[in-house]
Every structure is written in C-alpha cells, then in structure tokens.
C-alpha cells in the first residue's frame, strides 16, 4: 500500500520538446500519443491530489500542471469523478505490481517473502510523501464515495491475503501461537501509521527506521524466523 520523496513509477508527463535532427526515433503513434497525454493528465491529477487533497481539486488545477486544454482533458475522461477514479485505479495496480514484483524476487521462501513484502512498502517509489498524501486523500474520502472504497477494498483484500497466508505458513513452521488473520491486520495497521509520519514528518522520517520497528515486531511475533535479522540489525547500529 504504501512511502521519501521518490516518484519514479509515477506516470510521466511528455517532453514539448521536439527531437534533436540526428533522432533516428519514429515519430509515435497516435494511439501511443493519446496514451502518453492520459498518463500526462493521470500524473498531473496525483500532484494536485497531493499538494491540495480532494476538496479544493478543481479541472482548472489539474489543467494547468498536465499543461493540456479542459477540452482534452474532457475527451479522455467523461467526468472528473471518471478522472479520479482512473487515478485511484492507476496508484492500487501501480502498488500491485511492486509487490508482486518484490514477491517474484524473494523466492520460495515464506520469510524472505515477508521481509520482501515489507521493504517494497517502504521503498522510495512506494512510501514516499506525494503517494502517501494521495493515498491518504482518497481513504478519507472513501466512506462517503462507494467507488473509492470498492477500489480500496479490492487492492487490500489481495494484499491482506497474500500476507496472512505466508503468516499462516510461518505459524505453522515455528509452531507458534497467534492468529494470523489478526497479526495481518496488526501488521497493516502499523505500517500505515508508519506512512502517516512520512506525511507529517517528512524531515525526520527514516526509511530504515520504518523497516526496522516493523521487523522489531514481526521478530518478537515470530523469532525462529527472524531472529538473523536482528542480529544484523544489531551489529548494523553498533558499527554506524
């Protein structure tokens, strides 16, 4: 879900600029022009969310930092509300594809997959005080808009059971005695506190802190597992 100042898989906007005279690049297409000015419009919509939040966006503002007409702006979404929803729907499988990619990346193991699973939602690109603000945004809006929360709650159910399933493995390797269902929703609700302070304390949040007091708690939840890793952690800070 989640965190900082990194924002490179946000969409990007396209160059005005015209190509240098020894380009040999095609010229794009006009479908692949009409998807970079969405993406252009997309990304603009994320900066406005997250400089201003959701009450005071006006088409106005977004316009003027996408640097397209309303016109435009009208012809690839119907409305605003379609334009906010689009954004929404871009951030969850944006996050989606970060943490299956961090999954991919771990291996077999239930451990590492966890420990993968909680540096992805720390890293730059991830937490980080634009996305987090938008995220934010849209989560406090979504009690009052069904959209919001169908496209909330069908990014977190995947998520949630993605981690009580490895939590569940990991009870069962250990014997350990908690209820996984519980110690996911513990393990939610701490990292999204954790991305609160990068919002609020942008100076003094600290990616690695962030991680370690997660760790912290998963080791005295689980320590047969993670047991090496504060052993690391340890010898880490006496050396720094």
């Not at 496209?151 to 569940?168: H, K, M, S």
């Amino acid at each position: 879900m989640a965190f900082g100042g990194g924002t490179s898989h946000l969409p990007q906007r396209t160059s005005r600029a015209g190509s240098s005279p020894g380009s040999q690049a095609k010229a794009p297409t006009r479908v692949a022009r009409k998807e970079a000015t969405r993406q252009q419009i997309l990304a603009a919509t994320i900066e406005a969310i997250a400089d201003g939040g959701l009450a005071d966006l006006t088409l106005t503002k977004i316009t003027d930092r996408a640097e397209v007409s309303r016109g435009l702006v009208n012809f690839h979404f119907d409305s605003k509300e379609q334009l906010l929803v689009e954004t929404l729907e871009f951030l969850t499988l944006e996050y989606l594809a970060s943490w299956k990619r961090a999954l991919e990346r771990a291996g077999a193991d239930a451990g590492d997959r966890l420990l993968a699973l909680v540096q992805n939602d720390f890293h730059p690109s991830i937490c980080n005080r634009k996305k987090v603000a938008v995220w934010f945004a849209f989560r406090g809006e979504s009690k009052s808009r069904p959209t919001y929360l169908e496209v909330c709650n069908r990014a977190d159910g995947e998520f949630t059971t993605t981690i009580v399933g490895l939590l569940e493995t990991l009870k069962s390797e250990g014997g350990y005695r908690f209820d996984a269902i519980r110690a996911a929703h513990g393990l939610g609700a701490l990292i999204e506190g954790l991305w609160l302070d990068c919002l609020m304390y942008p100076q003094a949040f600290r990616r690695n802190e962030a991680i370690a007091t997660t760790m912290e708690v998963l080791t005295a939840l689980m320590p047969k597992h993670f047991k090496d890793w504060r052993e690391t952690d340890e010898r880490e800070a006496a050396s720094a």
